[in-house]
C-alpha cells in the first residue's frame, strides 16, 4: 500500500470520527432537515464509524480496504443525495464529495487500478 492510499485512509477515518463524535449536535440537525429517523442517523453514525476503523486497520491488513471503502463511498454518495434534495449550499455539499472521491481513490488502489 503506497503512502498516498495510507494518508487517504487516515483523511477518511478520522474526518468520519471527528464529525461523529465531535460535531453531532451538527449530525442531529442535518438529519432532521433530511428527515430521517433518529433511528437511521444511529444506524448510519455505527456504519460510517465502524468502516471508518476498518479503514485504518487497513494501513496494516490491505486486504481489509476494498469493501470498507466502497461501502463508506456509498454513504458519502446518499450524503450527496440528501445535500442535492435540500438544496444545500456548496460549502455543506464539498465534505462529503472530497470524501467520496478519496473512497474512490481508495477502492481504485486496493483493486491496483492506480
Excluded at 503512502?3 to 438529519?31: C, G, H, P, Q
Aim: include cysteine; hydrophobic fraction near 60%; charged fraction near 10%.
Amino acid at each position: 500500500m503506497s503512502i498516498y492510499t495510507s494518508l487517504a485512509l487516515f483523511v477518511v477515518a478520522t474526518s468520519v470520527w471527528f464529525v461523529w463524535i465531535f460535531r453531532f449536535d451538527n449530525i442531529v440537525k442535518e438529519f432532521k432537515q433530511y428527515g430521517l429517523s433518529g433511528l437511521t442517523r444511529s444506524l448510519v453514525g455505527a456504519a460510517k464509524i465502524a468502516l471508518a476503523t476498518l479503514l485504518v486497520v487497513g494501513i496494516w491488513y490491505p486486504e481489509l480496504v476494498l469493501i470498507p471503502a466502497v461501502l463508506m463511498g456509498l454513504l458519502m454518495l446518499a450524503a450527496q443525495f440528501f445535500h442535492f434534495k435540500v438544496n444545500n449550499s456548496w460549502q455543506k455539499r464539498v465534505p462529503s464529495l472530497v470524501l467520496l472521491l478519496l473512497c474512490v481513490y481508495i477502492a481504485s488502489a486496493s483493486l491496483n487500478l492506480m
